[in-house]
């Protein structure tokens, strides 16, 4: 948060920053800042870069695919889901593969398979491990009842991600964390949930981007995931106004993002104007 007119840390040790995507670089795939701009002066500025968002519903190769349509070319360590991180989980807990039930979309299902796991009800044989559930667009009574029949039975529930909404043109839309809470209503169950603010995301891009927590900015628009799981890893926050969070409730979270902006493109200014 600015003090005055400083920041409270030194802006010359960050060597990196972890975007969120929805509500930071687009909203429903709209750009809200001039992508290929931003991201000219994160390299120019000599920043390495990683996409993490807990949106599911895409493989990481589909989002690199969009920025290339709006003129931002990554390379494919640049980018990471929620998808991939409950595939390693899952990965971790049955490290032979197996039988899941997956309420998602294609890249949750794709994460899954890559993973060693098949989709499936355990109708044909085998035993279901777990019912793994993210964001679903055409989800229905009939799959929330098969899902939560399944996690009555004894299969594990794993999530995703908890955000129960996410920034559109329009207003907030229900998200993952919706059907979360519908699933764990229907069953009595509650889900382990992956994603943040979870560490396990910001884990990998650390690893992947070579840098410390004291080096690395999170810039996000949630509070409760982005900022939160900057603050567990002991990240620096950057909180923008672009998405789903207030300025009255950005002030009131304790403790405070290190920085408040309107957009990314201003986190870069207040960057510039520190150095």
Same mark, same amino acid.
């Given at each position: 948060?600015?003090?005055?007119?400083?920041?409270? !840390?030194?802006?010359?040790?960050?060597?990196?920053?972890?975007?969120?995507?929805?509500? #930071?670089?687009?909203?429903m795939?709209? $750009? =809200?800042v001039?992508l $290929?701009? +931003?991201?000219?002066? *994160?390299?120019?500025?000599?920043?390495?870069v990683i996409l993490?968002?807990?949106?599911?519903?895409?493989?990481?190769?589909?989002?690199?695919?969009l920025?290339?349509? !709006?003129g931002?070319?990554?390379?494919?360590?640049?980018?990471?889901?929620?998808s991939?991180?409950?595939?390693?989980?899952?990965?971790?807990?049955?490290p032979?593969?197996?039988l899941v039930?997956?309420?998602?979309?294609?890249?949750?299902h794709? /994460?899954?398979?890559?993973a060693?796991?098949?989709?499936?009800?355990?109708?044909?044989?085998g035993?279901? =491990?777990?019912?793994? /559930?993210?964001?679903?667009?055409?989800?229905?009574y009939?799959?929330?009842? &098969?899902?939560?029949l399944l996690?009555?039975?004894?299969? &594990? !529930?794993v999530?995703?991600?908890?955000?129960?909404? !996410?920034p559109s $043109?329009?207003?907030?839309l229900?998200?993952?964390?919706?059907?979360l809470?519908?699933?764990? /209503?229907?069953?009595g169950?509650?889900?382990?949930?992956?994603?943040?603010?979870?560490?396990?995301?910001?884990? #990998?891009?650390?690893?992947? =981007?070579?840098?410390?927590?004291?080096?690395t =900015? +999170?810039v996000?628009d949630?509070?409760?995931?982005?900022? /939160?799981?900057?603050?567990?890893?002991?990240?620096? &926050?950057?909180?923008?106004l672009?998405?789903?969070?207030?300025?009255?409730?950005?002030?009131?979270?304790?403790?405070? $993002?290190?920085? *408040?902006?309107?957009d990314?493109?201003?986190?870069?200014?207040i960057?510039?104007?520190?150095?």
């Open positions: 948060m600015r003090t005055k007119d400083r920041l409270l !840390f030194d802006v010359s040790q960050i060597r990196a920053l972890i975007l969120d995507m929805d509500g #930071v670089v687009w909203k795939y709209q $750009p =809200l001039d $290929p701009v +931003v991201f000219t002066r *994160i390299r120019e500025s000599g920043y390495k993490a968002t807990n949106n599911s519903t895409k493989t990481p190769a589909r989002y690199l695919e920025l290339e349509e !709006f931002v070319k990554l390379a494919p360590w640049q980018v990471i889901n929620s991939e991180a409950t595939a390693s989980y899952l990965r971790q807990q049955h032979k593969g197996g039930h997956v309420v998602g979309e294609e890249g949750l794709r /994460a899954l398979e890559v060693g796991f098949r989709h499936g009800d355990g109708e044909s044989g035993e279901v =491990l777990a019912v793994v /559930a993210g964001m679903e667009r055409n989800i229905d009939d799959k929330i009842a &098969s899902a939560s996690i009555r039975a004894g299969a &594990s !529930f999530g995703t991600n908890p955000d129960k909404t !996410f $043109p329009y207003g907030q229900p998200g993952a964390g919706t059907i809470a519908a699933l764990e /209503a229907a069953s169950v509650a889900p382990v949930v992956i994603g943040k603010p979870r560490s396990g995301m910001y884990e #990998v891009a650390l690893e992947r =981007l070579g840098t410390s927590p004291q080096e =900015l +999170v996000g949630r509070l409760e995931t982005d900022i /939160a799981g900057a603050q567990n890893m002991d990240c620096y &926050s950057a909180l923008v672009s998405g789903v969070t207030s300025l009255a409730a950005a002030q009131d979270w304790s403790p405070k $993002p290190d920085i *408040i902006a309107e990314l493109n201003t986190v870069l200014d960057l510039a104007s520190e150095t």
